[in-house]
Each structure stands twice: as structure tokens, then as C-alpha cells.
């Protein structure tokens, strides 16, 4: 029984969510998928299904137990060292989701009197992860999206004013989740570096995607195994689920002793481990996924007149929420899947369609897609 002030709140919530048009519902996959994060289009390759079973067979199907205690095995280090080696550094450690991995990482490297600064546009994990280091104390800057001489200005100051022993951290995404657009990674590395400050980057976005090795925008943009905590997902490009952290040996072992979404939770399960293995092998042996994916989102970008872009995100702002999800089912309806995206996963008033491409798409598929877009969006205002 749900006690009726418990009923009350719940049923205002859901009028207010509705009234504003915001309300969020499950709809399962249908039609062509124009917006998942399958970029290498790998989520469904028979090699992974067989690697996850093979592991199932030989390890079990779940992993029995947190990683210090014995949920441990062969595969998770293979994985360990595999994601070091691609993304060049000492060490990796792994966490159950990206989610996971942002929001309690953070709160485990700043604390009291040390500081950590966001862009603006950061996902909602790097969001929460700052928030719970502001709840223990760290003071939280916010940067203006993109822009390094905001960071650059509220370090100093911040700074100027700390304590010599106080740190801090910076944390960015890589590749931005919801405008497809990318952080300047070496801009970015010398302020944190002029300032002793550590960078954090949120790779969830570009690993398997960009870089000539597919290792991701560090290594597209020239600063590969320089970049101290390098995050990434493996549900996404590489087709399995799970997240890891790049780190130097001493980072990783801070963090396997603080991290509580590292330590208080059963580990990857082997299945998932071995499916995540052959998505990076395949990932880096197929380079044709990584350049196909993102000559699709080439076309799509030119078709919707945008300027070019670097990764397999197009963003189609429509402005209003209500008209957003209407494009989305009108594109639905065609056979499309394509979703609204709405506030809060997004700005107010910037309601947009995410569209994604993918290595498994064909060209008809994209061009229809472009059709239908096209007649959809030509009886609607955008900003
Ligand atoms: C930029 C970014 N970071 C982190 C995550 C969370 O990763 P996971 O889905 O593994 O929890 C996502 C998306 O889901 C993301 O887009």
C-alpha cells in the first residue's frame, strides 16, 4: 500500500510533467534505428554473441561478487589491459556503467576545500558526480560550454584564493551526447596543466568512433595517453555494456579503494566482459565501421545544412517540446526511429530530435530518412 501523502505527491508530479508536456515513457526499439549509440553497429554482430557465450560457458553468467571481493577473473583483467593499451595509458579500471563510473569518481578524487569545474553541457553523470563533491565540500565551477578561457578565468580565481594544498579537477566530455559537438582537448590539457589542475574526460561519445585507431578524440586531436583520467563506455560503440576509467597505476589504485560505484557493486558480469572484448578488437581491425558511421552523419549534416562535424550525433533543434515529439512520431510513423529529446536532458526552450548514424545503416535508409525529415520539418517554425 502506497501511503496517500506519498499518492498525493506522486499524482501532482505526473499532472505537472504532463501539463508542461514533458512526461517520459518507455517505447521499445522499432523501424530503423536512427538514434541509438551502436555507432559501429556492433550491438548485434554474431562475433559478440559468441564471445558472450563462450565466456558464459567457461566463467558463469554473472560474476558472483563485487571486484575485491571474488568477482574477479581472467576476463576482467584481459579487459583491463586491452582498454589501457588502446587508449595509452599505464592502467584502466573498470566500472559497471558510465553512470557509475562519473558519479562516484569524482566525489572519490576532490573533497573539502578542493574544487572541480564542469562545462556546462556536461552529461547528467559528470553533473551528479560534481554535485556530490559540492555536497562534501569541493567548490563546483561551472564553465561556459566549450569555452576554455571561462575555465582558464574561474581557475585562476579559484586558485588565487585556495589553500596551496587544494586541488582541482576539471571534467569535460569528449564528444558532447546531445549536439554531437567536441571539447578542444589540447586547449583544455594546457590550462589544467598551467594550473596543476587534473583532466577528466567523458569519452562515451567517440571511443570505437574517432581517431585513426578508433581510440577516440584524444587520439583523434593529438593528445592520445596524455590525458590523466580518460572515461569511456563499452554499451555503445563497442556493442556490450560497462565503463572503464584510463588512469595512471596510482589514479587507478586511488580509485579502487574510494570509488563506492567501483566498490560497492557486483562486478561485470563474464558475458559482458567477453562481448566488450571483441567489440574492441573488432572495433580496431574494422576500421570501415568508424569511417562508414561517420560519412553517414557527413551526409545527414549536409543535407540539414549544418556545418561538418566529427562525430555520429546530429542534433535537429526544433525549439518546442510538444512540436519535437510530434516530429519524432511523424518520422515513427515512417518507419524511423527517431526520438525527441526534451529539458531537462536538455536546455529550456531547446528541444531537439538526436538523430545517430550507424555502420549498419544503408545509404536508402539515411536517404529516406532525409526525405521524410525533410517533408516533416518544412510545416514547422525552428529557432
Ligand atoms: C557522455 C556520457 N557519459 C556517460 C554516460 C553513461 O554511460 P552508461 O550508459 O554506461 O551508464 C552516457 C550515456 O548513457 C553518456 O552519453
Not at 40 to 48: E, F, N, Q, S, T
Not at 123 to 143: E, K, N, T, W
Not at 280 to 292: H, Y
Not at 345 to 354: D, H, I, K, M
Request: net charge negative; aromatic share 4%.
Amino acid at each position: 500500500m502506497i501511503p496517500s501523502l506519498w499518492l498525493d505527491r506522486l499524482r501532482q508530479q505526473a499532472d505537472r510533467r504532463r501539463a508542461l508536456g514533458r512526461d517520459r515513457a518507455i517505447h521499445p526499439a522499432a523501424g530503423v534505428d536512427m538514434c541509438s549509440n551502436d555507432y559501429l553497429g556492433l550491438r548485434c554482430d554474431p562475433r559478440l554473441a559468441e564471445a558472450a557465450a563462450a565466456a558464459a560457458r567457461t566463467f558463469g553468467a554473472g560474476a558472483g561478487a563485487a571486484r575485491l571481493l571474488r568477482g574477479t577473473g581472467p576476463l576482467h583483467d584481459e579487459l583491463e589491459n586491452a582498454l589501457a593499451r588502446w587508449k595509452g595509458t599505464e592502467a584502466c579500471l573498470l566500472f559497471n556503467t558510465g553512470f557509475q563510473a562519473n558519479a562516484t569518481l569524482i566525489p572519490a578524487l576532490v573533497g573539502a576545500g578542493d574544487a572541480v569545474f564542469s562545462d556546462a553541457l556536461n552529461h547528467a553523470s559528470l553533473v551528479d558526480g560534481c554535485r556530490m563533491a559540492r555536497a562534501g565540500g569541493a567548490h563546483l565551477g561551472i564553465f561556459r560550454h566549450l569555452d576554455v578561457e571561462d575555465l582558464e578565468t574561474q581557475l585562476s580565481t579559484w586558485r588565487a584564493q585556495a589553500p596551496v594544498s587544494a586541488l582541482a579537477l576539471v571534467a569535460s566530455d569528449a564528444v558532447f551526447s546531445m549536439d554531437g559537438d567536441a571539447a578542444d582537448l589540447p586547449a583544455l590539457l594546457d590550462v589544467c596543466e598551467g594550473h596543476g589542475a587534473l583532466l577528466l574526460i567523458d569519452e562515451a561519445h567517440a571511443t570505437g568512433l574517432l581517431g585513426p585507431d578508433g581510440a577516440g578524440l584524444a587520439q583523434a586531436q593529438g593528445v592520445h595517453g596524455r590525458i590523466p583520467l580518460v572515461m569511456g563506455t563499452l554499451g555503445k560503440a563497442i556493442g556490450a555494456f560497462g565503463a572503464f576509467v584510463c588512469c595512471a597505476g596510482s589514479l587507478r589504485d586511488h580509485l579502487l579503494n574510494t570509488a563506492r560505484g567501483f566498490i560497492f557493486s557486483t562486478a561485470l558480469p563474464p558475458p559482458v566482459v567477453g562481448a566488450a572484448l571483441e567489440g574492441i578488437r573488432i572495433a580496431r581491425a574494422e576500421p570501415w565501421r568508424r569511417e562508414r558511421a561517420l560519412t553517414l552523419a557527413g551526409r545527414l549534416r549536409q543535407a540539414l545544412d549544418q556545418p561538418a562535424a566529427l562525430s555520429a550525433i546530429i542534433p535537429v533543434s526544433v525549439g518546442d517540446d510538444a512540436e519535437a515529439v510530434r516530429i519524432a512520431q511523424v518520422l515513427q510513423a515512417s518507419g524511423y526511429d527517431v526520438r525527441a529529446v526534451r529539458p531537462p536532458t536538455v536546455p529550456e526552450g531547446s528541444a531537439r530530435l538526436r538523430i545517430t548514424t550507424g555502420a549498419h545503416l544503408e545509404d536508402g535508409q539515411v536517404e529516406g530518412l532525409i526525405a521524410a525529415l525533410t517533408e516533416a520539418l518544412a510545416t514547422t517554425r525552428r529557432p
